[in-house]
């Protein structure tokens, strides 16, 4: 499955549900298990319009989104997500790997923040 093809069905994704007044602002697809799986990504968000919802409220509604939108085939190349309350927050998880120990080095340096 081609990435490209992900990232803009995302793009149309979040720009609907923006209408219905979930906001994502901006995305990332990191690659889960660089260098042993190919195309499983972990999926980060900015989410402004969910700051005041609990952290497994925020990413149930993102998950309840893409099973409703994303056809199977690219549902299946999201291993995991992750939904944050800001651009700025969501560039510094990148920079750390998504992963809650800042003190881990990252996998991966290859993520490009999407603009929504």
Do not use: C
């Not at 972990?42 to 309840?64: G, M, N, Q, Y």
């Amino acid at each position: 499955m081609d990435t490209k093809s992900l990232v803009e069905s995302l793009k149309a994704i979040f720009e609907r549900a923006r209408n219905e007044g979930l906001v994502v602002d901006a995305f990332v697809l990191a690659p889960a298990y660089e260098g042993f799986i190919q195309n499983s990504f972990v999926l980060a968000v900015s989410a402004p319009s969910l700051i005041d919802k609990l952290s497994f409220e925020k990413t149930d509604l993102i998950i309840d989104l893409l099973h409703e939108k994303l056809p199977l085939d690219q549902r299946l190349q999201i291993d995991r997500v992750r939904v944050y309350e800001s651009v700025e927050d969501l560039k510094i998880h990148a920079q750390l790997g998504f992963d809650d120990d800042a003190y881990e080095r990252p996998l991966s340096r290859h993520t490009e923040l999407v603009q929504v």
